[in-house]
C-alpha cells in the first residue's frame, strides 16, 4: 500500500505542510547566483583572451578554455572548496563547465573507498552520465536532422 | 500485560547503564558535556567513514558494559541497528563481542524499538542484561541517502543534519535508577509526503499516531510527563506534531522536547536540527538519563521517529511510511 | 587606439559577466521554484543549450558575450549541436559522430582530472 493511493494520501496534511515550509530566498539566491556564475564566466573569458593572445582561435580556443575550467573545478572539489561555493551560490557554481566537473569529481572521492574500478572508475558518472547521456542522443539528433535538411 | 498495543511491563526492567560518543559538531551542543567520548576526528582513527560508525558503535557498547561492572558473559543479548545497508555497522560491531545479537532496522527509531524488545525479554523472563544501542554517522548516511560529501549543491532549508554519534544502554532485571514502565508499538503511518528533504513533516503523523494511542491506553494525559521526548523530527516537525496533537485534544507544547532540535548549538546551517539514529540515542544515553539520574526528571515518555525509506523507494516515486515506539521511563528518587 | 582596445576588453568582460551570470540566474530561478537537484538541472540547461544552437539562437549569443556564453553548461550544449551541425555538412557519418567529437576535450578533462584528483584526494565531511 503506498501513499499515493487515494485512501492513504492525506491532500489536507500535504497543504498543511507545504504551507510551513520556510520560504525561499528568492533574490538572495538569484543574487548569489547571478554573482558566483558571472564571475566563473569572467574568469573563463580571462583565459580566453590570454589563449587567443598565446595564438590559439576557434574550436581549440573554446576547448581550452573549457579544460583549464575544468581542471579548476576538479582542483578546487579535490580541496574540498567548492562543495562550500556550492553551499551559497546554488545555481551560479553548479551551471558552469566547473558544475560539471565538480559533479564527475565528486563521487570519484566518495567511491574511492570501494576501490578504483567499481569505485573511483564506475561511479564517477552517476551524476554527470546524464549530462553525457542526453548531450550526445540529442546531439546526434540535431546532426541527423541537419543532414537530412 | 497488554493493552492496545502498550505493553506494560510487571517487573519494570532497569537501565542499568548508558554510554553516549558524539562527533564534534555535536560536542558544541547541549550534549557536550554528557557525553562519554567526543571524537575530535569524526574519521575516529579508521579508514573510512563506515568503518569509524562502526567504531564508534562498538565503543558505545562497550562502554556501557563496563559501566554496569558486566562482562561479556552477562550479557544476554545485544539489540542494534543502524542506518546502513544491511545494517553493517551493528553487525560489524557485533562482531567485537561474546553475546548474541538481534538486528533491527527501525531507521531513526531503533534506540526505543531496542529498549522496548530489551525489556519485553527481560520482563518475559528470557534474559537478565540486555544491550540496546544505536548509531549513525554524517559522511555515511550522506553518501547512502544523498551525495556524495564534496557534490556542491544547496541544501534545502526543510533539511536536517546527520548526528554523528551512538549512544547504547544496558537494561537489566535488577539494578538501575531509571525503570521502564511500559511501551506503545508503532504502527507505520504515511501521510503522502514525498520529499525527502522534508522528514519532520513525514514522521509527525507517526509520532502523533504512537503518543495519542499511548495516551489512551496508559490512562494519561501529556500533563503526567515531565517530558516527552521525540527522535528527530525537527524543529519544522516538531510544530506540525504540537499542531497535529492539539487538533486530538492534547496539548504537548509545555513539555515536549525534540532530540534533533536541542542537539546543535546554532539553528543555521543544520536547519531544521538533527537526524539519524544517533540522534535520539546519542541524546538519550547522556543528557536524558544522566538528568533522570539526577532526580531531575522523573517521568519521561520517549518517543523515537523513523522514516522507512530508502533511496529506490523514492527514486521511484513513493511516498514515506513512518514509524514511532514509544518508551516510559520513570525514575526511583 | 590603444584606450579604445582596453575599454573593449573591459566591455567584453562586463558582456561575460552579464550573459554568463543571467545564465546561471535563469537556472536559479527554475530551481527556486521547482525545486530541481543539480544533476536535474545541469542536464535541462545543457539541452536547452542543444536547442538554442540547433535553432541557431545561441550562436549569436557566443559572439556577443565569449566565455559568458560558452562557460555555462549550456555551452556545452552548444557545441555537442555546433559540431553534429558542421558534422552534417560533411556526410551523414559525421553528423552522427560529430557533436561528441567537439566535446570531446570537455569529456576527456573531466574524466582525467577527476581521476587525478581522486588518486590525491579523499572526501572529507563537512561540519556545517
Known amino acids: ?149 | 500485560m497488554k493493552k492496545g498495543n502498550t505493553l506494560f511491563f510487571e517487573t519494570q526492567p532497569k537501565i542499568r547503564s548508558y554510554a553516549a560518543i558524539c562527533g564534534s559538531k555535536e560536542k558544541e551542543g547541549v550534549i557536550g558535556s554528557y557525553a562519554d567520548i567526543t571524537l575530535s576526528d569524526d574519521m575516529y582513527g579508521e579508514s573510512t567513514y563506515e568503518k569509524a560508525e562502526c567504531k564508534m558503535l562498538s565503543n558505545a557498547v562497550r562502554l556501557a558494559v563496563e559501566k554496569a561492572a558486566l562482562t561479556d558473559a552477562d550479557i544476554d543479548v545485544l539489540l542494534s541497528g543502524d542506518l546502513l545497508n544491511q545494517i553493517i555497522s551493528a553487525s560489524f560491531a557485533a562482531r567485537d563481542f561474546q553475546f548474541p545479537f538481534l538486528g533491527l532496522y527501525s531507521a531513526c527509531s531503533t534506540m526505543s524499538e531496542g529498549m522496548l524488545l530489551a525489556a519485553a525479554l527481560i520482563d518475559g523472563g528470557f534474559a537478565e542484561n540486555c544491550v540496546a544501542a544505536t548509531g549513525s554517522h554524517f559522511a555515511s548516511a550522506e553518501r547512502q541517502y544523498r551525495y556524495p560529501l564534496e557534490l556542491g549543491c544547496t541544501r534545502p532549508p526543510q533539511s536536517q543534519w546527520t548526528v554523528t554519534g551512538a549512544g547504547g544502554c544496558v537494561i537489566s532485571a535488577d539494578k538501575g535508577d531509571i525503570r521502564i514502565v511500559n511501551a506503545t508499538l508503532g504502527r507505520v503511518r504515511d501521510w503522502g509526503v514525498t520529499d525527502v528533504n522534508n522528514m519532520g513533516a513525514a514522521m509527525a503523523p507517526a509520532a502523533a499516531d504512537t503518543l495519542m494511542r499511548h495516551f489512551k491506553d496508559t490512562d494519561t494525559l501529556p500533563e503526567d510527563y515531565d517530558m516527552i521526548i521525540t527522535g528527530d523530527l525537527g524543529a519544522l516537525g516538531s510544530r506540525i506534531l504540537k499542531d497535529l496533537m492539539w487538533e486530538k485534544g492534547y496539548s504537548i507544547s509545555e513539555n515536549h522536547v525534540d532530540c534533533g532540535e536541542i542537539i546543535y548549538k546554532v539553528i543555521e546551517d543544520e536547519f531544521q536540527g538533527g537526524s539519524g539514529a544517533g540522534c535520539s540515542a546519542v541524546v538519550m544515553n547522556s543528557y536524558v538519563f544522566t538528568k533522570m539520574s539526577a532526580g531531575l526528571y522523573k517521568r519521561v515518555l520517549f518517543a523515537a521517529t523513523g522514516a522507512l525509506l530508502s533511496t529506490v523507494s523514492s527514486g521511484q516515486g513513493e511516498s514515506i511510511p513512518c514509524i514511532s515506539h514509544a518508551v516510559q521511563l520513570e525514575a526511583d528518587l | 587606439m590603444m584606450a579604445e582596445e582596453i575599454l573593449n576588453i573591459f566591455l567584453m568582460y562586463i558582456k561575460a559577466f552579464a550573459v554568463g551570470g543571467a545564465i546561471c540566474t535563469i537556472a536559479q530561478i527554475v530551481i527556486n521554484i521547482t525545486s530541481l537537484t543539480s544533476g536535474k538541472i545541469l542536464v535541462f540547461t545543457m539541452l536547452a543549450g542543444v536547442i538554442l544552437t540547433a535553432l541557431g539562437l545561441y550562436q549569436p549569443l557566443v559572439e556577443f558575450a565569449g566565455a559568458g556564453a560558452t562557460v555555462p553548461i549550456s555551452g556545452f550544449g552548444y557545441l555537442l549541436a555546433n559540431g553534429a551541425i558542421k558534422g552534417a555538412e560533411k556526410g551523414f557519418f559525421y553528423a552522427v559522430t560529430g557533436s561528441l567529437t567537439a566535446a570531446s576535450a570537455g569529456v576527456t578533462a573531466a574524466v582525467v582530472f577527476s581521476f587525478i584528483m581522486s588518486l590525491i584526494f579523499r572526501s572529507r565531511t563537512k561540519r556545517n
Open chain 1, 1 to 149: 500500500m503506498t501513499g499515493k493511493n487515494a485512501q492513504n494520501c492525506n491532500e489536507n496534511y500535504l497543504k498543511y505542510v507545504k504551507q510551513l515550509d520556510p520560504p525561499t530566498k528568492h533574490f538572495k539566491n538569484c543574487l548569489s547566483a547571478f554573482g558566483v556564475g558571472g564571475l566563473i564566466c569572467t574568469i573563463g573569458q580571462f583565459f580566453r583572451f590570454m589563449l587567443e593572445y598565446a595564438g590559439l582561435s576557434g574550436d581549440e580556443l573554446a576547448g581550452a578554455v573549457s579544460v583549464i575550467l575544468i581542471f579548476l573545478g576538479c582542483l578546487l572539489t579535490g580541496l574540498g572548496v567548492y562543495d562550500r561555493i556550492g553551499r551559497h551560490a546554488g545555481a551560479g557554481s553548479i551551471v558552469p563547465i566547473t558544475g560539471f566537473a565538480n559533479s564527475v569529481t565528486s563521487p570519484a572521492l566518495e567511491f574511492k573507498t570501494e576501490g578504483y574500478i567499481y569505485g573511483t572508475a564506475a561511479k564517477m558518472f552517476t551524476i554527470a552520465g546524464a549530462i553525457i547521456v542526453y548531450g550526445v542522443f540529442s546531439g546526434v539528433l540535431v546532426g541527423i536532422i541537419y543532414y537530412f535538411l
